[in-house]
């Protein structure tokens, strides 16, 4: 990528973000704040690498931009003091909407010039392979380049080189550092919310991009872990409750059929009672009419013997009195 392609595509991201800002309504404090902290970031290290790089290169190469690139550096002057304005401003404050807007009015007067005068006497000038060659330096200049304004610092060869690469440096650590605390205390408060049950703070982290992407992500590392953790206890609680579940299913089935088991066992013992409780009635009840036969049977036969004795002596009896009546008439006889 040339040079100017790199500075034209750093304009549209600009341009992007000023038109985000004026769709917000008044109450979206939030999402202005968010806005102008990439504005702020996306400014402070464009002019960053133009004041470095593009400006004293083209001053040095290009014939008739001297008036242009002064120009430039002025407008870059007063836009690094709104720019550090607004980085510490409130968006609640009565004056941040107005500050704002003549910021995008000045950036856009900026990029209007710079594309229509200087850029193309710039590609005149220089062929493709310088423009490609100092679009790579520019590139790699954005990784060190600052990401706040520094309006008081110097913005022209060396001192800029000098002070830019440092503040970029600084800049970039303290965008970490700011990016850890914020995380952390997100961390924090997500960890509160979920040990009370309560719905986790809508937090925004603040600052440049950089420091709102290390806070997001330490964020959602955290989240991630403790989510993990949160889902292996569930599994865990969830697995013991199962087995408590089934091992009282089978404790009570267990007893169920225990239960049924005495319970037949009862029944069954209770019903073969009933039967030899029967039987024994029934044979009792049996001896007992038995018994009545035999004494019936007895009794009857002792009244046909006694009744039989007696005829039998009856007849003896008469027997021996007919004999002795027949002796007695024979010796009757005989005597006389």
């Known amino acids: 990528m040339d040079a100017i392609t790199l500075l034209k595509d750093d304009h549209k991201t600009v341009e992007k973000l000023f038109k985000r800002f004026e769709g917000t309504g008044d109450g979206a404090l939030v999402e202005r704040r968010r806005i102008v902290d990439q504005i702020i970031a996306e400014l402070s290290t464009h002019a960053a690498i133009e004041e470095q790089l593009f400006y004293p290169v083209t001053r040095s190469t290009v014939e008739e931009v001297d008036d242009v690139v002064l120009e430039s550096l002025e407008e870059h002057h007063v836009v690094k003091w709104l720019l550090s304005e607004l980085e510490t401003m409130d968006p609640s404050h ?3 909407k107005a500050k704002v807007t ?3 009015e000045n950036v856009r007067h ?3 010039e710079e594309e229509g005068e200087y850029f193309p006497k710039v590609r005149a000038k220089l062929g493709r392979n310088d423009l490609a060659d100092l679009g790579e330096a520019m590139q790699d200049a954005k990784k060190s380049a600052p990401t706040h304004p520094h309006p008081e610092a110097p913005d022209t060869p060396p001192g800029n080189i000098v002070a830019g690469n440092a503040a970029g440096i600084v800049d970039r650590v303290s965008d970490t550092v700011s990016g850890l605390a914020q995380g952390g205390v997100s961390v924090a408060g997500d960890l509160v919310a ?5 719905a986790k703070p809508r937090t925004s982290p603040t600052g440049s991009p950089a420091a709102r992407k290390t806070a997001a992500n330490i964020r959602s590392s955290a989240a991630e872990a403790t989510d993990r953790a ?4 569930k599994a865990t609680v969830k697995s013991a409750r199962s087995g408590a579940k089934a091992t009282t299913s089978a404790a009570k089935g267990a007893a169920t059929a225990t239960s049924n088991s005495a319970k037949s066992g009862a029944k069954a013992t209770n019903t073969a009672a009933k039967g ?3 039987t024994t009635a029934r044979t009792a009840k049996s001896a007992k009419t038995g018994a009545k036969r035999t004494t019936t049977t007895a009794t009857n036969a002792a009244k046909k013997a006694t009744k039989t004795a007696k005829a039998g002596t009856k007849r003896t009896t008469t027997t021996a009195s007919n004999a002795a ?4 008439t024979a010796a009757k006889r005989a005597s006389s």
Not at 194 to 198: N, P, W
Not at 230 to 233: D, N
């Open 94 to 96: 009565e004056r941040f």
């Open 102 to 104: 003549v910021l995008i």
């Open 110 to 112: 900026h990029v209007e």
């Open 194 to 198: 979920r040990f009370t049950g309560r």
């Open 230 to 233: 949160a889902r292996t206890g």
């Open 276 to 278: 030899a409780a029967t």
């Open 325 to 328: 009546k027949r002796t007695s």
